[in-house]
């Protein structure tokens, strides 16, 4: 496993979206100094983040695009695409589903959802973004048959701990988590927690104080 920090981890997506708009801008090279005036990022930082996937850049010469968007894209496996399921149909889940399905037509993405959980007779059965919806019932069968082994939950905080621990015990290895609940499994599987409502306020007590 590479030992890179978690705020560098965090960063690298956001270099290579500027690196992949540099390129199509037919921008061919770019100094520290300016890719930080662009993403609003130190460039000692810049340097140091890259310095965890090689010697991609020299002093006074600065950075080859085609170059670091190469290694980006090796680094972050984007040309292998993973195939995850999601579980939980209602709104949020429905538009992470359609965001995720409209990215992966666009451009590269690694993960992609191919299958989809709920348990409304409603929804089950039916097609969203041309990914069928099947019974939780079934989720056991489908991530065994397919060796899947990331999971996108998006159900009630009262549901999620059950499901995580159903989904690790067939072989989930990663969660990433909307249930706005701390999962409690073991270290075995990696849960990513995305509350949305934290971020926003996080966010408006930023934009509040921001002049002060």
Not at 42 to 69: C, H, M, N, W
Not at 108 to 123: G, H, L, Q, R
Request: charged share 25%; net charge neutral; with cysteine.
């Amino acid at each position: 496993m590479y030992k890179i920090p978690k705020a560098t981890v965090k960063r690298l997506p956001f270099y290579r979206r500027c690196f992949e708009s540099l390129q199509e801008q037919g921008i061919s090279r770019i100094l520290s100094s300016q890719l930080g005036e662009i993403l609003k990022i130190d460039p000692a930082t810049i340097r140091r983040d890259f310095s965890y996937i090689g010697e991609l850049g020299r002093q006074g010469f600065g950075y080859e695009v085609s170059k670091v968007l190469f290694a980006l894209n090796d680094f972050l496996d984007l040309n292998n695409v993973e195939e995850c399921i999601i579980i939980g149909m209602g709104n949020l889940g429905k538009a992470f589903l359609h965001y995720n399905m409209s990215k992966a037509e666009t451009s590269n993405t690694p993960i992609k959802i191919a299958y989809a959980f709920d348990i409304s007779p409603d929804i089950v059965g039916k097609k969203i973004s041309d990914v069928e919806v099947f019974h939780i019932d079934t989720i056991e069968k489908v991530i065994k048959e397919h060796n899947i082994k990331i999971a996108i939950l998006s159900v009630p905080a009262k549901n999620a701990n059950e499901i995580a621990l159903r989904l690790e015990a067939c072989g989930i290895r990663g969660i990433f988590n909307f249930s706005s609940m701390s999962l409690k499994v073991s270290r075995n599987v990696y849960v990513y927690d995305v509350d949305l409502l934290n971020e926003l306020q996080s966010f408006l007590f930023f934009v509040k104080n921001q002049y002060e």
